[in-house]
C-alpha cells in the first residue's frame, strides 16, 4: 500500500474540472485508489468516484491523503500526487 | 376570483398565459408500469449501464451546446452531471436494488434518491445544491430508458409551467425548443439552479411561492410577473389589460434593444460614449456581455475577499481575474483594489475600531497596512493581464503621495514576478478612483501620476455633502445629483481631457436614465453601470445629440 497526504491549493478545491481530471486518472490505474478529506474528520475513507469527491466537499487549502493498493500503486500515487500539485495542470499555464 | 401568490424570487419578466402543473415523478410514464418483471438481473443492470453511458453523452452534449450559446456556468452543471451518470455508486446502489427484485425503474429512483438523500444529510448549502443533481441524473437516466417520458413535449405556447421545483435539464430542454414559457415553483430559492437558469436563458419565473400552487388545476388563466415575483392566478379584467399593455411594450422595448446589442454608445450625432459595466464577479462579465457593454469599467474585487477566514490566494485572485478578461474577449476591464474599512471589518485583518470609519483606514489607506495583501492582488492582476487589456484603479485616493506609493508598490510586484520567472505584464495602466472632494478639484496635478479616472458618484456625494448614505431620511433631502456634486463632477472632466487623460463614471448617477445624457453632455469617455441598464441607455443616448446634452448640461452647471 503506498499513500500520500497533499494539501490542494486548485482554487475551487476538488469540485468541477479537478474532480474530473483526479476521477479520470485515478480509474486508468488497476490498484484500488481511496482518498479521505483529513480537513473534515467527520468524512470516511471513500473509493476515488464523482460521487464520493462531492460527498467530502474538498475545498481550496483542504488537506486529502490518497492511498493505492495493487500491481501499479507506486506509479498511480505518484501521478496522482503531481495531478493535485500542478494544481490539474493548470499551473504551468501561469509560469 | 383573482389570486395572488408571492415568491422568494425569480427572474424578470412577464407572461399571460394557462396553468400546467407538472408533477414529475420516475415511475409514472406508462413505459415504466408496463414492463415485465425481469427474470435476468445481469442483464438489466446491462442495459442500466448502457442507459448511463447515453444519458452522460446526452448531458455533454447539453453542455456543449451551452458552451457554444456562450452560457459556460450552466454547462458547467451539465458537466458534473454527466460524470455522476456513470458514477460507480450509483451501479452499485441500482444492482443492489435489481437484485432485491426490484424493477428497473423502481431501481433507479431508489438509488438517486439515497444519492440525494446522502448529500442533503451533510448540512453544506454547496452540497444540498448537488444534491438535486443527483435527482436530475436519476431522471436523465430514466428518460433514456422510457424515452415516453417526458411531459415537457407537447406544450402549447404560453403555457406557465408550474412545479415543485425543476432540473437544469428540464429548464434548458424548455428554453432551447423556444417555447414561449415561464415556470413557477414552489420550492428553491432566488439563487438556486431553476432561477439562475431562467435569468441567464431570458425566461420569466417566480420560484418559492408554496405549495398551495400546485393544487391549480391545468389550464387556469395565470400571469407570471417575474419582475414583483407575483403569480396572479384568474387575473381580473383590468389586471390582464395592465398586463397585457405591460407585456406589449417589454416585448417592443427589448426588441429594439437587441437590435442596438453589438452597436457602440453613442449620441444621434454619432459622438461616441462608451458603455461599460460595473460587475462584482467574474460571471457577471458574462452578463454584461449579453447586454452590450463595451468593457468592464468598475470589477470590485470585494467578493473574493469577504465571507472568509483567510485571504485569497494570488493563484484564487489570478483565476478570477483571468476568467474575467477571457470573458471580455480584449475589451478593456477596470479591477478595482480592494475597497473595504473599518464598517466591514474582516477577520483575517485588524483594524483598530474607528468612530468614523467612512473617514478612516479604508480602500488604499488598508492596504497600505497590508502590504502582503496589496503586493498578493498586483501580482494576481499583472499576471492576469497577459489575458487581456487591464487597467488597475485605485479607490481612496485624496493626495498624489497615495498614488506614488502605489506605483512603487505596482513596480515591486512586477519585479517579484520577474525574479520568480513567472509570466505577467508589467505596462499596466494604474488610475485612480475620484470618489474624495480632495481629488475631484486636483486632477490636473493628480493626471501627472495618473493614467486615467472614473468618478465614484456615491462617495463623492456622500463626502461632499457630508452626509451619510445610510441614512435614508438625509439623502432624500440631499440628493446625489445636486449642483455642488456637478460641479466638481465638471471640474474633474475638464481637468482630465486638458491632461489628455480617459474619464469615466462609474457611480451610480451614470446608469441614471435623465442623468447618463447630462454626464456625458459634460465629456466624459465612458459611463460604467449595473449591465441591465446598459441596453436602455443605449436607447436613450442614440435619441439626443451631443449638443443638446452638452446644453443640457451647462444648464444644470448654472444652477
Known sequence: MQEVTLIVT?????????????????????????????????????????????????KHGHIIRLRAEGEDETEAIAALAALVQNDFGERTEAS | MQQEYHGVGGAPGILIGRVFVHLPSFTTT???????PDADPAATLARFGQAQSTAARNLEQLAERLHAGGHS???????????????????????????????????????????????AALDDPYLSERAADMLAVGKAIHAVLYPSGSPLHDLPPDTV????????????????????????????????????????LGLPAVVGVGEAVLQLANDTPVIVDGHTHT?????APATLATYQQQRTNQAAAQAYYATLRDLPGQFADGHRVGLWANIGRPDDAAQARAHGAEGIGLFRTEFLFLERTTAPSEDEQYAAYRETLQIMAGRTVIIRTLDIG??????????????????????????????????????????????????????????PSDITWAREQLQQAAATLQAQGVAHRADVPLGIMIETPAAA?????????????????????????????????????YPHDTLPVLRLIQQAVQAAR????????????????????????????????????????????????????????????AG
Not at chain 1, 479537478?18 to 479521505?36: D, N, V, W, Y
Not at chain 1, 476515488?48 to 469527491?53: A, D, E, G, R
Not at chain 2, 415556470?183 to 437558469?197: D, E, Y
Not at chain 2, 471589518?345 to 468614523?356: C, F, W
Open chain 2, 441 to 477: 478639484v486636483t486632477v490636473d496635478v493628480l493626471a501627472r501620476a495618473s493614467d486615467f479616472f472614473s468618478i465614484g458618484t456615491n462617495d463623492l456625494s456622500q463626502y461632499t455633502l457630508a452626509v451619510d448614505r445610510g441614512q435614508a431620511e438625509l439623502s432624500a433631502r
Open chain 2, 231 to 235: 403569480v396572479i392566478v384568474n387575473p
Open chain 1, 10 to 58: 486548485h482554487p475551487v478545491g476538488l469540485h468541477a474540472r479537478p474532480a474530473k481530471e483526479l476521477f479520470q486518472q485515478a480509474r486508468a490505474f488497476k490498484s484500488k485508489i481511496t482518498i479521505q478529506n483529513l480537513s473534515r474528520p467527520e468524512t470516511k475513507e471513500l473509493p476515488v468516484s464523482p460521487f464520493n469527491l462531492l460527498q467530502i466537499g474538498v
Open chain 2, 73 to 119: 456556468d450552466e454547462a458547467g452543471i451539465f458537466e458534473a452531471q454527466a460524470m455522476l451518470a456513470e458514477d460507480p455508486t450509483l451501479t452499485e446502489l441500482v444492482q443492489a436494488q435489481l437484485e432485491a427484485g426490484q424493477p428497473l425503474a423502481a431501481a433507479v429512483q431508489t438509488a438517486a434518491t439515497q444519492m440525494h438523500a446522502m448529500l
Open chain 2, 342 to 399: 473599518g464598517d466591514k471589518p474582516l477577520p483575517y485583518l485588524h483594524v483598530a475600531p474607528e468612530a468614523n470609519p467612512f473617514l478612516g483606514v479604508r480602500g488604499l489607506r488598508l492596504c497600505m497596512q497590508h502590504t502582503d495583501l496589496f503586493q498578493a492582488q498586483l501580482r494576481a492582476i499583472l499576471r492576469a493581464a497577459q489575458h487581456g487589456d487591464v487597467w488597475i484603479m485605485l479607490p481612496m485616493v485624496a493626495l
Open chain 2, 161 to 200: 409551467i408550474v412545479a415543485p421545483d425543476l432540473t437544469p435539464a428540464e429548464t434548458t430542454e424548455l428554453y432551447e425548443r423556444k417555447l414561449a414559457v415561464a415556470f413557477v415553483t414552489a420550492h428553491g430559492g432566488n439563487t438556486g439552479h431553476t432561477a439562475i437558469l431562467a435569468r441567464s
Open chain 2, 498 to 557: 486638458q491632461a489628455g487623460k480617459h474619464i469615466g463614471v462609474c457611480g451610480e448617477l451614470g446608469g441614471v436614465p435623465e442623468l447618463g445624457p447630462l454626464l456625458a453632455g459634460m465629456g466624459v469617455h465612458e459611463l460604467s453601470m449595473s449591465p441591465a441598464l446598459i441596453p436602455p441607455m443605449k436607447a436613450r443616448l442614440r435619441e439626443l445629440t451631443y449638443a443638446e446634452a452638452h446644453a443640457a448640461a451647462l444648464h444644470a452647471l
Open chain 2, 30 to 36: 406508462p413505459a415504466a408500469h408496463a414492463e415485465p
